[in-house]
């Protein structure tokens, strides 16, 4: 069954690679199982789902099994890594040439000199 999704994914029908992985978890297959909620993980960050594949990714670490929980880690870091760098990414878009002159600028709570307005938003993390 696993095979079969695997398929489906990569000839691009997701509703059923999505379909068949759900049944592949629903086995509870020992090594079956969480390797498919590793791949229903990356088959939804490729639908740019990221909520859904990092909880799937999160309930593969939660079975226990060494390598897919070795794996859905790695996944899960290099998520918040590329999702790290989109906001450092966005924020430098919005400050750029200010925050490359002056890195205090992009502290939160640091103001612009040229305007006295914000320069980093209080809500958002500053870049590290």
């Known amino acids: 069954m696993h095979q079969v999704a695997a398929w489906l994914r990569r000839t691009g029908n997701v509703t059923a690679a999505r379909r068949w992985y759900m049944r592949v978890i629903a086995t509870g297959h020992a090594d ?3 390797a498919a909620m590793i791949n229903l993980g990356v088959l939804e960050h ?3 789902d990221l909520v859904e ?3 799937w990714w999160e309930r593969a670490i939660a079975t226990g099994h060494a390598d897919a929980a070795a794996r859905a880690r790695r996944e899960l870091r ?4 590329r999702e790290g760098d989109r906001r450092r990414a966005e924020h430098f878009g919005r400050y750029g040439w200010q925050a490359y002159a002056d890195p205090q600028l992009m502290k939160p709570g ?3 000199p040229d305007s006295g307005q914000p320069a980093a ?8």
Not at 121 to 128: A, R
């Open 32 to 34: 079956q199982a969480p």
């Open 46 to 48: 490729g639908q740019g």
């Open 53 to 55: 594949a990092r909880q």
């Open 78 to 81: 290099d998520l918040e890594r």
């Open 110 to 112: 640091s103001t612009r």
């Open 121 to 128: 938003d209080e809500d958002e993390p500053s870049p590290q």
